[in-house]
């Protein structure tokens, strides 16, 4: 059975703080693996990875995805508290349409 | 672009009624769109997979006569709860594939309860 799980499940941290976000993946047909952040409303998108070992930065996050251990990371630097989120990681797989299976999500609060 | 609207955003229904749900994709065409269901404090569960023209792919779990789902156009896939119960008061959340590429975007959410 496929599966996505992140750890840890949740995080509190102070700002400034560096934190470094889990997820692991065991899928058949694995193309991607993305990152979203969701507050209220639904996710938004950060990062996909397709490639072994290229990170890709968008300001202070910054995430790299290791295909033979089949896990991915998810840094935030320098956090501050509009950082604070569930950060949801998903493997997109090639068939089904291009389904995307969740894992549970981090729940990260970033402390004044 | 790649705009992904649902509505309503929010809906109270009374047990034993239908609620049906729209998503839209407002500026690329989606042969295929994903509708989930998250709960309180849970990640999201992907419920079905909608194509268009064609019959909706449910996961393991799902009623398929519970949860209607209709792809009928590139733009739009609806998802209708019939006979509601409170335990279907959820966020529902739909996304929508490019066609063109693999890439899916959300739509804002629809918070329904059922009283």
């Known amino acids: 059975e496929d599966k996505v799980v992140q750890s840890p499940l949740s995080l509190v941290v102070h700002e400034g703080d560096t934190v470094t976000l889990n997820c692991s993946y065991e899928?058949?047909?694995?193309?991607?693996l993305l990152w979203y952040k969701q507050e209220k409303k639904a996710p938004t998108f950060l990062f996909m990875l397709?490639?072994?070992?290229i990170e890709k930065k968008s300001g202070r996050l910054s995430s790299i995805l290791d295909k033979k251990e089949l896990f991915s990371i998810l840094n935030i630097t320098a956090t501050q508290t509009g950082d604070s989120a569930i950060y949801l990681c998903?493997?997109?797989?090639?068939?089904?349409?291009?389904?995307?299976?969740f894992g549970q999500g981090t729940e990260l609060s970033v402390k004044p | 672009g790649a705009v992904v609207s649902q509505h309503p955003s929010w809906v109270i229904c009374k047990s034993g009624t239908s609620v049906k749900i729209e998503c839209r994709s407002l500026d690329f065409q989606a042969t295929t769109m994903f509708w989930y269901r998250q709960f309180p404090k849970q990640s999201l569960m992907l419920m079905a997979t909608?194509?268009?023209?064609?019959?909706?792919?449910?996961e393991q779990g799902v009623e398929k006569d519970k949860f209607l789902i209709n792809h009928a156009s590139l733009t739009l896939s609806t998802l209708t709860v019939t006979s509601a119960h409170p335990e279907d008061s959820s966020f529902y959340i739909c996304?929508?594939?490019?066609?063109?590429?693999?890439?899916?975007?959300f739509g804002p959410g629809t918070r329904l309860t059922v009283t």
């Open positions: 899928v058949t047909n694995f193309r991607s």
């Open positions: 909608s194509n268009e023209g064609s019959k909706a792919t449910y």
């Open positions: 397709t490639s072994s070992g």
């Open positions: 998903a493997a997109l797989v090639y068939n089904q349409g291009g389904k995307l299976i």
């Open positions: 996304s929508a594939r490019d066609s063109s590429k693999y890439e899916q975007y």
